[in-house]
């Protein structure tokens, strides 16, 4: 799905779930740019009310957060 194109309609807007993700080749820092993530996504569970689920649709705990960590090059 998408957002409304008009901020008045997000009042209105329901959506069932929002996806982050990045591609650890394109950026130039990406432990920083995954830090940077998941404060958003702690963020984004805060004020929108939401729950924060892993790559595998489960709830993300902190083993996940730290196996993406290691992988990070």
């Known amino acids: ?39 958003a996504l702690d963020l984004l569970a805060i004020e929108l009310n939401g729950e924060k689920w892993d790559h595998k649709r489960e709830p993300l705990t902190l083993d996940t957060l730290q196996y993406w960590r290691e992988r990070m090059p």
């Open 1 to 39: 799905g998408t957002f409304p194109d008009n901020p008045d309609d997000m009042a209105d807007f329901q959506c069932p779930g929002l996806a982050l993700f990045m591609l650890p080749q394109e950026v130039d820092d990406p432990a920083s740019v995954l830090e940077d993530m998941i404060a």
